[in-house]
């Protein structure tokens, strides 16, 4: 329509020998923004449609999928598409994973490493008690292709192990999580970035469930812990009523103000950036380490319990049996 009117204003012009260059000019650039503004108006119209298109089709599929008998892998698609949307808004999980050379530390870092391939929005911190990166820990890292940094941080000479008295150690990991925890206050910023901080220890086993719990959490989640303490599990104690924890189920002293094991406990990283003088320490008793740590952050009475009021059982204790080597085959790592 209106190229028809611009069209008819052009011979009008003409036929009054009006017509001049600079209308010519004027015409002509009308005629391109006219079409630039019809193409850009239809092509806006051809997106839109296709995005209503697209979510009338996946709720479509989604309503009438058993009518449809689609197969296994179509409904798998709508499935993953799903925990797409769900997974936009996840805070990231900063996992803080302390390891040291032995045997089975290959082992057990890519257990852990194929664990966390299955969650979205991971941070792996990998932290090396050594005096510098080994080939295995960089090697595991960039195998498992996971958002990951990788520290080290070497345990001072007076807490390592002894070799006729291996019980005359009294701390694990105690340099290795401050470093992550320093990296964590030098590199993020406090109401800028968001997530969640596990100590995530190389020796344990993970249902990927226990990550969607720590997605829950808005200061500090607890949640039980199995095989540990010489119990089938230690756990917070519930009051269903109120759904507050009252007390702790722990295989020793379950009296401490936070009977609750590193891998039974996340906290938000808000906390862990503002609090800066929360970290572990070697002047902490034997086995205090979790208990004195959280009392920088929260109280019993604060306690978030996740994993059904703290009924399931997401994480184990599951050592690695330490293998008895006798001989080694050159070029060949293990």
Aim: proline content about 3%; some cysteine.
């Amino acid at each position: 329509m209106v190229y028809v009117m611009i069209n008819t204003m052009f011979h009008i012009l003409k036929a009054r020998r009006m017509f001049h260059k600079r209308y010519l000019v004027l015409i002509i650039l009308l005629l391109v923004l006219l079409n630039i503004a019809l193409l850009v108006i239809w092509k806006l119209s051809v997106i839109e449609s296709g995005i209503d298109k697209l979510q009338i089709l996946k709720e479509s599929l989604e309503l009438h999928k058993d009518k449809l008998q689609l197969t296994e892998q179509q409904v798998l698609l709508l499935q993953q598409l799903e925990a797409e949307k769900h997974h936009q808004n996840r805070p990231i999980i900063y996992c803080i994973t302390p390891t040291y050379w032995r045997y089975v530390q290959r082992a057990e870092l890519t257990r852990i490493s194929q664990t966390l391939k299955l969650i979205q929005n991971i941070h792996w911190i990998v932290i090396e008690d050594a005096a510098k990166k080994s080939d295995i820990v960089r090697n595991v890292i960039s195998e498992s292709k996971l958002i990951a940094t990788h520290l080290v941080a070497q345990t001072a000479s007076f807490e390592k192990f002894k070799d006729k008295n291996p019980k005359a150690k009294r701390h694990r990991g105690v340099e290795q999580r401050n470093a992550a925890l320093n990296w964590l206050r030098d590199n993020l910023v406090l109401g800028k970035d968001k997530g969640v901080v596990y100590f995530m220890d190389d020796d344990n086993t993970y249902n990927i469930k226990l990550f969607d719990e720590m997605a829950k959490i808005k200061k500090v989640g607890v949640w039980p812990v199995g095989l540990v303490g010489g119990l089938n599990a230690e756990t917070p104690i519930v009051d269903r009523t109120t759904g507050k924890v009252t007390g702790y189920r722990s295989g020793w002293l379950p009296n401490r103000p936070f009977a609750i094991d590193m891998a039974g406990f996340a906290i938000s990283l808000d906390l862990i950036l503002s609090i800066k003088n929360a970290n572990f320490s070697y002047e902490m008793a034997k086995g205090m380490q979790e208990s004195e740590f959280l009392s920088f952050f929260t109280t019993k009475e604060e306690l978030e319990p996740l994993a059904d009021q703290c009924t399931k059982v997401y994480v184990w204790h599951t050592r690695t049996e330490k293998p008895k080597v006798s001989g080694i085959i050159p070029g060949l790592e293990v």
